[in-house]
């Protein structure tokens, strides 16, 4: 059994940061990758960021410049940095953690961005 928990979420003014946090625990075997993705009120779910077992990492374009994905293997831990916040960004962020066997998700953290 594996959990993720966020957390971090919140509401904040347009400019303004906040930072993410997804912890993995259970039964976890090899990491081979975590991500966050997020999906907005009648959007789709979208990938803003990821990062690999060995630190690569990929971004939206929507958020390049703004946010830093990074991660804590000891504490099989992924943070989201995000900074310079726009209303866009507002939406629900989930974890994602892919593992040998299979995908697992967060529950899921509401971020709000006020104009």
């Known amino acids: 059994q594996v959990q993720l928990v966020e957390s971090g979420g919140g509401l904040v003014q347009a400019g303004g940061s906040l930072r993410l946090s997804c912890a993995a625990s259970?039964?976890?075997?090899?990491?081979?990758?975590m991500g966050w993705y997020r999906q907005a009120p009648g959007k789709q779910l979208e990938l803003v960021a990821g990062?690999?077992?060995?630190?690569?990492?990929n971004y939206a374009d929507s958020v390049k410049g703004r946010f830093t994905i990074s991660r804590d293997n000891s504490k099989n831990t992924v943070y989201l940095q995000m900074y310079s916040l726009k209303p866009e960004d507002t939406a629900v962020y989930y974890c994602k953690l892919t593992v040998t066997r299979g995908v697992y998700w967060g529950q899921g953290t509401q971020v709000t961005v006020s104009s």
């Open positions: 259970g039964s976890i075997s090899s990491i081979h990758a």
């Open positions: 990062i690999t077992s060995d630190s690569r990492t």
